[in-house]
């Protein structure tokens, strides 16, 4: 399934270094978001969006910085990160966050790895 | 307190039918989802349940709901190694927001 794409699929930096992830999605959805995904841990959510409007910050350090120029993307810069954020970035979509009929769909993630 | 709980491993034979379970903590709960995670991929939803629904059957896979123990199971039926994968539940609270379980690594040996 092509529905939610995420690039690149993996990444390595320095803590020094400036990245961005980036997500798109195909499925006409107005909500999307970000999750990390570290070793022994719960999925954890970082940013919602909807209709391109920030709507939740899950107290992440400001050194991740999400952007939502349209619904259909969703980027997340990087900037002196630290070892631990070390982790699968995972981006999903859905329809509309306030039907909870509708399904968040995922991408298959962005591996990051820092050095 | 938030968490949703799962057991870390399930390990079972080939054709055999495999259980996973989950226990969350908000009665108010609409939504549960089962989510699979095959190895290096991202999380494929597999299947949902209402919360006024007891059971849902979708193919090899039986959701079963109790509300009363906010306990939820996944069966799998004539389990296959092509099912060996992390499997999620996870709750929807509020509007938007999915609480997800720890996963349950599924092992199918033939």
Known sequence: ?115 | GEDVEQSLFLSVREGDSSVINCTYTDSSSTYLYWYKQEPGAGLQLLTYIFSNMDMKQDQRLTVLLNKKDKHLSLRIADTQTGDSAIYFCAEKRNTDKLIFGTGTRLQVFP
């Not at chain 1, 619904?71 to 954020?85: I, K, R």
């Not at chain 1, 070390?86 to 820092?114: E, K, M, V, W």
């Open chain 1, 1 to 115: 399934e092509t529905g939610v794409t995420q690039t690149p699929r993996h990444l390595v930096m320095g803590m020094t270094n400036k990245k961005s992830l980036k997500c798109e999605q195909h499925l006409g959805h107005n909500a999307m978001y970000w999750y990390k995904q570290s070793a022994k841990k719960p999925l954890e959510l970082m940013f919602v969006y909807n209709f391109k409007e920030q709507t939740e910050n899950n107290s992440v350090p400001s050194r991740f910085s999400p952007e939502c120029p349209n619904s259909s993307h969703l980027f997340l810069h990087l900037h002196t990160l630290q070892p631990e954020d070390s982790a699968l970035y995972l981006c999903a979509s859905s329809q509309d966050p306030g039907d909870s009929n509708q399904p968040q769909h995922f991408g298959d993630g962005t591996r990051l790895s820092i050095l």
